[in-house]
């Protein structure tokens, strides 16, 4: 049975958690075991920007083992995450954004390959696409596989009565992205990296592999999981052309490396 975590963004119980509650059921009855979550009852500390949890690792966060590792153990538990959130001028609410800055040394020590990413945007009138792109690209680079979600009409009061015909679209929209969210779920195979993904992949590795002063945590984390050596995160065919480029993306990385290191080298002699 395949999990999903549907994890709720808004501060407040309004449209998106009502779509949560609708999509629940939607899950359930095609066969998913469905857990959900909202970030505002979480302990959340906001991110002070220190760095430590990049630099040292995340266990030297000095706000470690509050709200945001939980609600990050809950997504290592799920198959697939879907986060509703409203559209807040133009972006996700604080709260969200302050999730993500909190747990933003997965996008250097990425971990949901395999898993599926889908995001719901509750809104008034404007800039659910710009939402729903940045959600998906954001959670690309922590390793999901993003599905399209849906941008659904909401209110600015949660007892407000939408009309037949809004209800109506917006129960279509959350049938057809759950449709998609499961197909996903069920899809056994490894996504094909696009050539942007494979570029990053590529060169993140080369300049944790070759320059000395690559972030140590990432270092150990990338050398741990074999990725100093393979074609990519998680096994997969590349074709010849994805082949060339990724060697030629390395080679890059590697002589700009070498370059680094003679630069360092004769300014160390110049202080002599
Ligand atoms: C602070 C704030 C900012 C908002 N900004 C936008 C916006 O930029 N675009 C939009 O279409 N709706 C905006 N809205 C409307 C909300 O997206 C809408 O009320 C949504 O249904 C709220 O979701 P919720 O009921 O799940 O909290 C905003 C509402 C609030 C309270």
């Keep these: 049975m395949k999990k999903a975590l549907l994890l709720m963004a808004s501060p407040r119980a309004g449209w998106s958690d009502g779509a949560a509650e609708t999509l629940a059921e939607i899950l359930a009855e095609k066969g998913v075991e469905v857990r959900t979550a909202a970030v505002r009852?979480?302990?959340?500390?906001?991110?002070?920007?220190?760095?430590?949890?990049?630099g040292r690792g995340e266990?030297?966060?000095?706000m470690s083992g509050d709200g945001a590792q939980r609600l990050l153990s809950e997504m290592l538990w799920a198959d697939g995450v879907v986060i509703?959130?409203?559209n807040y001028a133009l972006q996700v609410p604080a709260l969200r954004k302050n999730l993500l800055d909190r747990l933003s040394f997965v996008f250097h020590r990425p971990r949901f390959f395999g898993r599926v990413f889908m995001p719901i945007i509750a809104q008034g009138i404007y800039g659910g696409r710009g939402v729903h792109k940045y959600l998906n690209d954001t959670m690309e680079f922590w390793g999901f596989s993003p599905v399209k979600g849906a941008?659904?009409?909401g209110a600015l009061y949660p007892n407000e009565k939408l009309s037949a015909e809004a209800a109506g679209k917006n129960r279509e929209k959350l049938g057809a992205a759950a449709g998609r969210f499961v197909d996903a779920l069920n899809s056994e195979r490894p996504k094909k990296p696009s050539f942007f993904r494979l570029m990053i992949f590529r060169t993140t590795r080369s300049s944790m592999k070759h320059f000395e002063d690559a972030l140590e945590p990432d270092r150990a984390y990338f050398k741990e999981r074999g990725w100093f050596d393979s074609p990519y995160y998680y096994p997969v065919?590349?074709?010849?052309?994805k082949r060339l480029f990724g060697a030629l993306a390395d080679a890059y990385?590697?002589?700009?490396?070498?370059?680094?290191?003679?630069?360092?080298?004769?300014?160390?002699?110049n202080l002599r």
Excluded: D
């Design 41 to 54: 009852e979480e302990e959340i500390g906001y991110c002070r920007g220190c760095g430590a949890c990049m």
């Design 59 to 62: 266990e030297s966060c000095s």
């Design 84 to 86: 509703l959130t409203p």
């Design 151 to 153: 941008v659904l009409q």
């Design 237 to 241: 065919a590349l074709g010849p052309h």
């Design 253 to 269: 990385v590697r002589r700009a490396a070498k370059k680094n290191a003679r630069r360092i080298l004769e300014q160390t002699n």
